[in-house]
């Protein structure tokens, strides 16, 4: 299976992260009443087993209980796995020091020593400048207990200006975590995929089925019953359904010629875009071989073609 090296000298990983937002989360994803801990580690073990070993986190998902998950798990296995977790710039944390505690208390829940990635969750600056923040981040670098920095949700200006800091330093930047999908092809045109590509940044890209809109379970002929916080966005009403059916066929075509899914279709599509890893949300074994069947194949440049234009509207 192919890999991809974050940055210019991070470590190389499968195109492919698995998402762990929703291990532990009560609010969002209604954890412990339609899946728990047995679930998880499920999905742990059939991510590994398939060669898939990078997982995405974040100090806030389930209040910390993503990350002692993953620690939980890490624990039971010999074999090598890489985390990438995140800093929140929260208001009250204004000095370097808040960024080697929060580290500190994320290698705990982690038990790890070194993270592999350690991304900023925000492009916020309430009281601590990014000059403070990326200098914190660096000297973490030194440490040895970060081996890559990242930021998500940053803009092209404020990739460029986080490079330059870490440059100063001898760092350099290794990804920015967006939002892309092909219903979110913001980041072609508002400068972020031309600057990654400029930086040797690596793009994660995060919600690349758009909250499911892209696995064809829902339409406008019935299907799913969008739930929570989809049933009053309008993306998931009949005029929402209806405006992106001629994107899911094509996509239904193109999964019956490979014998896949939409959702694997669409994930590849992602993969095809070159120095780009979607985030696939996994809380369960079967979500995890779902978004796997993305990898080891390839669709041609004429269907890329084809998917670049139907989703266009979307640039």
Partial sequence: ??????????????????????????????????????????????????????????????????????????????????????????????????????????????????????????????????????????????????AAIGVSNYSAQQMESAQSILARRGVKLAVNQVRYSLLNRQIETNGILETAKKLDVTILAYSPLAQGLLTGKYSVDGGKTPTGARKIDPKFSQDGLRKIEPLISLLRQFAQKYGRTPAQVSLNWLIAQGNVIPIAGSKTAQQVRDNIGALDWQLNDDEISQLDQISHSYL
Avoid at 17 to 33: M, R, S
């Fill in 1 to 146: 299976m192919e890999t991809i090296t974050l940055g210019q000298n991070g470590l190389a990983v499968k195109p492919l992260c698995i998402g762990t937002w929703a291990w532990g989360d009560k609010l969002f994803w209604n954890y412990g009443n339609d899946y728990g801990a047995q679930e998880l580690q499920a999905a742990f073990t059939t991510a590994l087993d398939a060669g898939v070993t990078f997982f995405d986190t974040a100090e806030v998902y389930g209040m910390g209980l993503s990350e002692e998950f993953l620690g939980q798990f890490m624990k039971n296995t010999d074999r090598e796995v890489q985390i990438a977790t995140k800093f929140g710039p929260l208001p009250w944390r204004f000095t370097s020091g808040s960024v080697a505690d929060a580290l500190t208390a994320s290698l705990k829940r982690l038990q790890m020593e070194r993270i592999d990635l350690y991304q900023v969750h925000w492009p916020f600056t309430f009281f601590m400048s990014q000059e403070t923040l990326m200098n914190a981040l660096a000297d973490e670098v030194q440490r040895g207990r970060i």
